[in-house]
């Protein structure tokens, strides 16, 4: 009844699709459900904060379907062998509650954040836009950097980490990219003279400063993704006080975002509207945009909803085996009586119904 997608099937769909293409479809994806925005049932991420990090439950829903992802932020992860950023995630079925799909969303999540910030950068940044600085080369790094090479022709991204390991395993991840120029930068001012776009994706669980006002040129986007927790910023104050500030779902980023540092009447506009045309966007090609990035759960979402399509075009994924499947739905005893007399080798003998049936 339910298909588990694991990493492995994940990275086959990505592998068969090409991640161009994935980066694509998800963006399209995304846009389409902002432009239904009103549709959904939304909230604030639930966050539990301890304090190596945070593990936060995302969920969303509209009449057809409703889906939650788990993830967790411990900057400090990676000195243990462990990513920073983890996640799965579910979508069910609205009509009879079933888990339709539960997947994988560690990958995905890098790939939809990816697309998310694309699309905030083709509805803000100036057209023409051909370089961008990239502070912050771990995880998410190369996706980030994919996502703006195909999707808004960046061509040139000067990348910076205080740590030079991540950057030169980005630079060695990309160096075949036809048409992607990546030079390692000494220091983030470095990174961001001259560019076009600033996309800051660094993991620190402090108010940390990676732009201050004196890197931010006229007519630059931001693309804020890494403060996305309460005491976890990534710009002064005074960026903030120089752009024009967009985010995804308002009541979440006010808490979350690097706004979090503004009072409570800081201006922001919510990127749907922009992406609706109900607001304006980029006013002119000397205003200073900013994307401040938290992550939300109907981008989630949106990647739930094109996993489980995909992978019933494609034949990947597994039966879950979570949702008991029996012969009498109010016979639920009956496993237990089966599996008493089968014991602990043998096969569970309940009559099943079809099984490993992908949302139609
Ligand atoms: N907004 C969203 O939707 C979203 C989604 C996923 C991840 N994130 C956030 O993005 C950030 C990056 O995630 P990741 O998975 O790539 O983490 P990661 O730990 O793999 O990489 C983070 C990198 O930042 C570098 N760094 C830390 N402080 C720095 C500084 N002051 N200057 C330059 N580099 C610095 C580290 O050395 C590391 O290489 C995290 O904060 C995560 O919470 C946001």
């Not at 389409?32 to 639930?46: I, V």
């Not at 920073?84 to 939809?112: C, K, N, Y």
């Not at 991540?166 to 961001?192: D, F, M, Q």
């Not at 090609?285 to 938290?294: K, Y």
């Amino acid at each position: 009844m339910s298909t588990l997608l694991t990493t492995k099937d994940v990275a086959t769909l990505i592998a068969t699709r090409t991640l161009p293409r994935c980066l694509e479809d998800l963006a399209g994806r995304i846009r389409a459900d902002f432009l239904r925005w009103p549709e959904f049932e939304k909230s604030a991420r639930l966050a539990s904060h301890s304090k190596q990090g945070v593990i936060e439950l995302m969920p969303v829903a509209d009449a057809d379907f409703y889906s939650f992802k788990y993830v967790n932020g411990h900057p400090q992860n990676p000195h243990i062998g462990l990513p920073t950023v983890m996640a799965l995630g579910v979508l069910a079925d609205v009509a009879t509650g079933i888990p339709l799909l539960v997947s994988e969303l560690t990958l995905t999540t890098a790939l939809r954040t990816a697309a998310m910030s694309a699309v905030a950068a083709q509805a803000l940044a100036r057209p023409g836009a051909r370089s961008m600085a990239l502070i912050g080369n771990g995880a998410q790094s190369e996706f980030q950097a994919l996502a703006f090479h195909h999707l808004l022709g960046i061509n040139d991204i000067r990348a910076y980490d205080l740590d030079p390991a991540a950057t030169r395993k980005l630079v060695a991840n990309l160096a075949r990219v036809p048409g992607l120029r990546l030079r390692p930068c000494a220091s983030a001012a470095e990174a961001t003279r001259g560019a076009d776009i600033v996309t800051t994706v660094t993991a620190d669980k402090a108010y940390a400063t990676i732009l201050t006002a004196d890197m931010v040129e006229d007519g630059m986007h931001l693309n804020a993704v890494g403060g996305d927790c309460p005491g976890k910023t990534e710009l002064h104050r005074d960026v903030l006080l120089r752009a024009s500030t967009f985010v995804e779902y308002e009541p979440q980023t006010r808490i979350e975002g690097d706004i979090q540092q503004m009072p409570a009447d800081y201006p922001v506009t919510e990127l749907w509207r922009v992406l609706a045309g109900q607001a304006p966007g980029r006013r002119d090609a000397g205003e200073v945009t900013l994307f401040d990035s938290v992550g939300f759960a109907l981008e989630d979402y949106s990647a739930l909803r094109y996993l489980a399509d995909s992978a019933r075009e494609l034949g990947l994924g597994q039966p879950a085996g979570l949702i008991p499947d029996l012969a009498d739905p109010r016979d639920l005893y009956a496993l237990v009586e089966a599996s008493r007399t089968v014991g602990v080798q043998g096969e569970v003998a309940v009559p099943a119904r079809d099984s490993h049936a992908l949302c139609a």
